[in-house]
Structure formats: structure tokens, C-alpha cells
């Protein structure tokens, strides 16, 4: 194992998101950088933090994937059906990150909030996630 797998773990999450097309006929996309002028609801991949949780035996890491869905919907409704979608594709859900073993994927938290320009909600959810090298 080279690093943490933290590239490997977002090609395989974009991917996983993205061919769903149940969740992109709710979004304008999906971005790991936002373009300019986006069309709303988007999601972004948000942080991802990790940890060597490797043993004498064993190489592998931890790590908190971010997830982030803006929406300008009147009310929640949008941001929580997106977000539900998200829950369903991946708590404890299956990713093949090149080089690496997933041992498990798991829901953690979610929370949507008004950002401060009082038309944007934003939802934000993150996993847990333990791969192996």
C-alpha cells in the first residue's frame, strides 16, 4: 500500500455516484471542484481525513469521506431526498478502490443546514470507511 488510498477511495466513490442514474436525475452534477454558474442541486466530495490504523502485520487506513448537496429548493425536501439516495448507495455499500481492500463503508452523520444567503440549503453527510492494502 502507497499512502493512505485516499485518491484511490474518491475515483471509485465519483464513480460509484456518478453511472447511478437514479441519483443524477436529481442533480446538476457532481464535482470535486465546482465550474462557475452550476445548475442546483449539485453535490460536491467534501474532505476526506484519514488515519493509519495499520498493525505490525498489516497495512491499512481509515477515513471520513465528506459529502455535500446544495440545493435552492423551497424548504429541505430536496436536500434530504438526495442525501437518503446517497444513504442507500452507500452505507455499507461495496467501492473497489485499485490496490486496497474495503473492508466496510458506513453512514456517520448528516445534517442540512440554510447556508447564509438564506436561498442555498446545504446538506452534508459523511462516512466512515476502513481499507486495507
Known amino acids: 500500500m502507497s499512502g493512505f488510498g485516499q485518491q484511490e477511495l474518491q475515483l471509485v ?3 460509484k455516484l456518478t453511472n447511478d442514474s437514479t441519483l443524477m436525475s436529481t442533480l446538476g452534477g457532481v464535482y470535486d471542484f465546482v465550474p462557475e454558474y452550476s445548475a442546483y442541486p449539485y453535490l460536491t ?3 476526506i481525513l484519514w488515519n493509519d490504523a495499520s498493525g505490525p502485520a ?10 455535500r448537496v ?3 429548493s423551497s424548504g429541505r425536501k430536496e436536500a434530504a431526498v438526495i442525501m437518503n439516495r446517497l444513504h442507500d448507495l452507500l452505507h455499507n455499500g461495496t467501492l473497489s478502490p485499485s490496490g486496497y481492500t ?3 463503508l458506513q453512514f456517520v452523520s448528516g445534517e442540512i443546514t ?3 444567503d438564506g436561498v442555498t440549503h446545504l446538506g452534508v453527510m459523511r462516512f466512515q470507511a476502513f481499507l486495507q492494502g
Open 70 to 72: 446544495f440545493s435552492r
Open 13 to 15: 466513490l465519483y464513480q
Open 102 to 104: 474495503l473492508v466496510f
Open 58 to 67: 498489516t497495512t491499512a487506513a481509515e477515513c471520513t469521506l465528506t459529502l
Open 45 to 47: 466530495m467534501g474532505e
Open 114 to 116: 440554510m447556508e447564509n
